[in-house]
C-alpha cells in the first residue's frame, strides 16, 4: 500500500506545482509582452537500496517558456512600443547585468531615466538611457530617440539615444525567476539594426485566458483524482489491518 500512496502522495505534489504556473500565466494574461511559461509532466524512478527502481511518480518541470508573438494592441502614447517581429529590448535586470524583454510600456523617472513599467533601465548605446527635460519624445523605426527641446519649436528635435535591440535565437534563450528573458552563456547580445520598432502601439500576452482556465480545471480535477487515491490507500490499508486481527 505504501507504493500506492507514494505515487498518489508525489502526483498531488506535482499537479500543485504545475497549477502555480498555470495560475501564474493566468495572472499575467494582461501584463503587455509577457511570455506564458510551459508545465510538463514526466515519470521519474525511484531507486531502492539495491540500485533497481522500486517504483515511478510524476515529476512537474517547467521545460521553457511560449515564445509565440502576442497582437498588437494601439495605444496612441508616444512612450509605448512594440517590436516588429522578432527581436527584444535590452534592460538592466535587478543584478545589474543586461537581460531582455518584450514589455513596451516605457515611461521617464523622476531622474529622467527611462525604464519599463516594472521599473527596469533601458539600455542603448552606452548604458541605462537618459531623458533631459523635454515638451515632446519621440520613438523612431530604428529605435533613435528624438526630443523636443523644452521652449524650442515644433521643427528643434535633439537626437538622445538609441535603444538596444537584439535578435538571438529562441534557444540561447532562458527566462530567470523576475521574468526577464537572459542569455545562456551569460554574456550580452549585440545590437540588431534590422529588428524594427513601432511606436503607439503594445504587445499583448501571448497567454490565452480561455486556455489557461481550462488548464487550471483540469489541474483542479487532476488534484482530486491525487486525493481520492490517497484516501482508497487509507482504506485499503485499514481493511488489511482488519483482517490480520482477525486471524
Do not use: C
Not at 54 to 67: H, W
Not at 102 to 110: A, E, K, M
Not at 127 to 145: Q, V
Amino acid at each position: 500500500m505504501d507504493r500506492m500512496l507514494y505515487v498518489a502522495m508525489s502526483g498531488a505534489r506535482q499537479t500543485l506545482q504545475a497549477q502555480a504556473v498555470v495560475s501564474h500565466n493566468l495572472a499575467n494574461a494582461n501584463t503587455a509582452g509577457f511570455r506564458q511559461d510551459l508545465a510538463d509532466f514526466r515519470s521519474m524512478p525511484v531507486f531502492s537500496e539495491q540500485g533497481l527502481p522500486s517504483r515511478v511518480y510524476t515529476m512537474a518541470e517547467r521545460p521553457g517558456s511560449d515564445l509565440r508573438l502576442g497582437r498588437v494592441m494601439t495605444t496612441g502614447r508616444d512612450l509605448d512600443i512594440t517590436l516588429q517581429g522578432a527581436g527584444w529590448l535590452a534592460v538592466q535586470g535587478p543584478d545589474g547585468q543586461e537581460a531582455y524583454t518584450r514589455s513596451g510600456d516605457l515611461q521617464v523617472g523622476p531622474s529622467g531615466q527611462l525604464t519599463t513599467a516594472d521599473g527596469r533601465p533601458v539600455l542603448g548605446n552606452s548604458g541605462p538611457i537618459s531623458i533631459p527635460p523635454a515638451a515632446k519624445i519621440t520613438i523612431g523605426g530604428d529605435g533613435t530617440i528624438s526630443v523636443q527641446p523644452l521652449g524650442g519649436n515644433g521643427a528643434s528635435t535633439v537626437t538622445v539615444d538609441r535603444l538596444k535591440l537584439v535578435n538571438p535565437a529562441d534557444n540561447a534563450l532562458y527566462k530567470d525567476t523576475t521574468g526577464l528573458m537572459r542569455a545562456n552563456d551569460g554574456q550580452p547580445f549585440p545590437a540588431d539594426a534590422a529588428v524594427r520598432v513601432q511606436s503607439g502601439a503594445l504587445e499583448s500576452s501571448n497567454v490565452n485566458p480561455a486556455e489557461a482556465l481550462v488548464g487550471m480545471i483540469e489541474s483542479a480535477r487532476r488534484f482530486e483524482l491525487q486525493v481520492k487515491m490517497m484516501k482508497v490507500a487509507e482504506d485499503n490499508s485499514s481493511a488489511t489491518n482488519q483482517l490480520l486481527r482477525l486471524e
